[in-house]
């Protein structure tokens, strides 16, 4: 089960992946549920959708029906693409193979976000708050 971690290394804040993950998709949220920044494999087309919010949730809390649509999301991720593996990524720094889908806003002191990866080796989820 791959887990994440967050830490900050000087100004920067490093999500690092406890084994190389090919990330499907990697957001940073807000506890409200903003979207503060959204990273996806190149190669993925962009399945367009009116709105959404993005919670991080213990996955066995989560209903049946909406474990079956991510499953359904991971099959069309699967055959999308292949993806680079990585085993961590600074905040804000795109990495080779891999686009932003929504910009990395500012980090705001004393803010709790959320951050969630869904990979082919598995999905996680780690919170941190960003220091006084």
Do not use: C
Not at 14 to 38: H, N
Request: glycine share 6%; net charge negative; charged share 20%.
């Amino acid at each position: 089960m791959v887990t994440i971690s967050v830490e900050q290394v000087h100004s920067d804040y490093v999500i690092r992946f406890s084994e190389p993950l090919g990330l499907y998709v990697l957001a940073v949220a807000t506890a409200r549920g903003d979207i503060v920044w959204k990273v996806t494999p190149l190669a993925f087309r962009r399945n367009e959708f009116v709105s959404g919010a993005f919670l991080s949730v213990d996955p066995q809390a989560v209903p049946v029906a909406i474990q079956k649509y991510v499953e359904e999301m991971r099959d069309v991720a699967t055959s999308n693409a292949d993806v680079p593996q990585l085993q961590a990524v600074i905040y804000g720094e795109v990495p080779d193979g891999y686009k932003e889908r929504d910009p990395a806003r500012a980090l705001e002191r004393g803010t709790k976000y959320h951050v969630i990866a869904m990979g082919s080796s598995g999905d996680a989820t780690a919170v941190f708050t960003v220091a006084e």
